[in-house]
């Protein structure tokens, strides 16, 4: 069985290293690092930092820009291969619509996410958080852009925006999945002994991953589930063991992503993951993930 599991855009996908060895891995697909126009050095370290619960970062977007990332697509082997996602994160609408329609040109079979939910730009606030905007820049690609993409989502919490998002989505019908979650915006870890921040940037505040964001992140996949008729959502946020990975299927989620657990364990845990799911799943009588898809239970 081809693995549901696959990296979270932003761990393991920033070089054709990092992408070299997802390719090599047992994942069942690799998300590129968000890339933008031109080239970015991020923000400046430490910038992202682990703790018994999960991680916080605030990378501030580095990566190799749009280009790279394109070059990447244009020799990867979709015959022999997974699929291979690409992030896009424009610092604005226009540099947004000058990546898309250089992939649109070349016409790769690759599978194009607009990313709405960067937490970590100064001054720079979320497209997921204005409705509006996020709608108008859908409208804007979907002028062009003619083949079916997806968008990665930042948490919500609270129903009336799960209600406003998914009526948005839901204008557009190339709008084929939604990835839940990003990370948790703006947490803030403290270090006791220190008293003291463990990010430089923005005094300290930083997306959060891990543990701190299942709840989170099973919660925004079984309500856009709920929302989002014809489409799939992708669930991410605190899957560390077969568990996590079961929670999130069994919540609606067609695939299932890996960031911070893969930060630290490293393409080891695509194969761990994938057979705790296995054991999981036949200690429980399914064969198959559809088994259980969605079938998440209510009191
Ligand atoms: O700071 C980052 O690079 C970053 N960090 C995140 O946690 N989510 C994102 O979408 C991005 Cl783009």
Redesign the pocket.
């Known amino acids: 069985m081809t693995s549901p599991l696959y990296n979270a855009?932003?761990v393991m996908c920033r070089s054709v290293e990092d992408l070299e060895a997802m390719r090599a891995s047992s994942s069942g697909a690799l998300i590129t690092?968000?890339c933008t126009l031109e080239p970015r050095e991020?923000?400046p370290e430490p910038?992202y930092f682990v703790t018994p619960l999960g991680s916080i970062?605030?990378?501030?977007?580095?990566?190799y820009g749009y280009q790279y990332y394109l070059d990447y697509a244009e020799k990867y082997d979709y015959a022999n291969n997974k699929p291979l996602f690409i992030?896009i994160?424009g610092m604005s609408l226009a540099d947004n619509l000058t990546i898309i329609k250089a992939f649109h040109e070349r016409a790769l079979p690759c599978i194009l996410e607009v990313?709405l939910?960067?937490?970590?730009?100064p001054g720079k606030p979320q497209l997921g958080y204005d409705l509006p905007a996020a709608q108008h820049a859908l409208e804007k690609i979907c002028e062009f852009y003619d083949r079916p993409f997806g968008v990665?989502l930042p948490p919500y919490f609270d129903v009336s925006h799960f209600d406003q998002a998914a009526e948005v989505f839901n204008k557009f019908d190339l709008l084929k999945y939604v990835t839940c979650i990003?990370?948790v915006?703006n947490g803030l870890v403290i270090d006791v002994d220190a008293e003291s921040v463990v990010i430089k940037p923005k005094d300290g505040l930083?997306?959060l991953?891990g543990d701190y964001v299942l709840p989170t992140a099973l919660a925004n996949v079984r309500e856009f589930v709920r929302r989002l008729p014809g489409k799939q959502v992708v669930g991410c946020g605190g899957v560390k063991s077969g568990r996590e990975a079961f929670m999130h299927i069994l919540a609606g989620a067609t695939a299932v992503q890996v960031?911070s657990c893969l930060y630290e364990e490293g393409v080891g845990a695509f194969d761990r993951i994938a057979q705790e799911l296995k054991d999981l799943m036949a200690a429980k009588g399914y064969q198959k993930l559809s088994d259980f898809r969605g079938k998440l239970k209510t009191l």
């Open positions: 855009s932003g690092k968000s991020g923000n910038r970062n605030s990378m501030g977007l580095p990566n992030s994160s990313n939910s960067c937490p970590n730009l990665k990003n990370s915006g930083g997306g991953g960031g």
